[in-house]
């Protein structure tokens, strides 16, 4: 195989994997932060370490993979200004705040699910985890902390080189100081929360009692006290959306390092992939109005859509979503599939050319830092190949399948027809009308197919004649 070179963000180049122990490769992914529904963009960030999972596991290294859960301490701001995101919601909606935790959590592993991302080995709590994080700040608060009225905080100065993974982003948008708010008494302005101290009138639903009063713990401390618990104190790679580039990451590596008194960052390589794009939306939750997966589904897509949509794009790039292009990968997804659906439909038969060809290609794409739009029309050319059997061809789509996870060789066209929310037209009816019409056109009776098409219009359903996949409709609704 060839050898799996991967971006690393620490040292801003692509580097040769090794893992730090073959027989078990460690990776831990930023998770959600479960007070609201994910958004298509924060969804981009686990198909990409979902392609990363599979690729590892190609390669044939056994895989430790951990997503975490936020359902404590992220505030509304990056740093540290703000309510904590999970309270706010509960404090807006009147909600129970386990409640929200558990109902959002669900949401997102159901997103996954659809999107046809593995399962990690574990989906550790923060909140299950914050007697951790207090001994954490116990064991590096003499060296690393001051406390303030409002909490304990970590002192940036005292750790080697603090924020080198943020210096490549530093000249961006105002640089990462420009995410910061002040907090009175900070001795820098990159200092960050190890423990908030609640106010005396304030009223969380979310607390526990520390040697630093009664509060909760700071979003960064979470993902230190897990990935240390579950893959160690060096482990092989840490993901997460560009974003946490610039604060959360440096913040957690300067914990790593006051906690192993060395340089060290803790993951051998930090790999973040790119935003999502939209020209006439905002790809955010706090306007309240943002893309989630369900609204995709709503309009009548399939979710595996939106997984090859982000395979078209490389992950470090920015990718932008627009609904024509949503809908372009649609029909590619559906020409894959009614291609799949003949091959299975064919008499075995030899082979005139083997197919293994084709799957060094794919394995050299993505062993280049994750090519995935690379290894795409791979696929399309396997597929196409007619001196390999349509059984060699299957075999090695499920090889493709395993690497994309596309799940081309269990997916119908049926299953692509995805009813939009609110279309009333049921597919017998449709499939009725489309009988009587091909009828009044065998007959020649073209008044009467333009009418029955017109109908079929009027109910949201497009009639797409000339169709070379014979997908015959679409609900458009």
Partial sequence: MTPLVLYNSLSRSLETFAPIDPADVRVYSCGPTVYHYAHIGNLRAYVFTDTLARVLTWKGWPLTHVINITDVGHLTSDADAGEDKMEAQARATGQDIWAIAAHYTAEFKRNLTDLGIRAPSRFPLATDHVPGMIAWGEAIE???????????????????????LARSAQDAEGGREARIDEVAGKRQPEDFAIWRTSAPAENRQMEWDSPWGRGAPGWHLEC?????????????????????????????????????????TGATFWMHNNFVVQRHEKMSKSSGEFLRLQRLVDRGFHPLAYRLMCLQAHYRSEMEFSWEGLAAATTRLKRLVQTVEALRARPPAPSAASAAAYLER?????????????????????????????????????????????????????????????????????AGRLAAR???????????????????????VEVMDGDPLAWDWRVTT
């Fill in 142 to 164: 003499a060296k690393h902390c001051y406390r303030l009225d409002d909490g304990l905080y970590f002192d940036t100065a005292s750790v080697p080189d603090y924020g080198r």
């Fill in 224 to 264: 230190s006290v897990m990935s240390r618990q579950y893959l160690g104190e060096r482990f092989d790679i840490h993901t997460g959306g560009i974003d946490h580039r610039e604060i959360h990451h440096p913040n957690e590596i300067a914990q790593n390092q006051a906690m192993s008194g060395t340089a060290d």
């Fill in 438 to 460: 091909r009828e009044a056109r065998a007959a020649k009776d073209f008044a009467r197919s333009d009418a029955i098409r017109d109908e079929l219009a009027a109910a949201g």
């Fill in 362 to 430: 794919l394995d050299a794409a993505v062993s280049d830092d994750l090519a995935t739009p690379r290894a795409l029309p791979v696929l399309d050319e396997l597929l196409a190949d007619k001196k390999v059997s349509a059984g060699d061809r299957l075999a090695a789509l499920a090889a493709f399948d395993a690497v994309l996870g596309l799940g081309l060789a269990t997916l119908t066209r049926a299953d692509l027809r995805v009813r939009p929310e609110g279309a009333a037209v049921t597919e017998e009816e449709i």
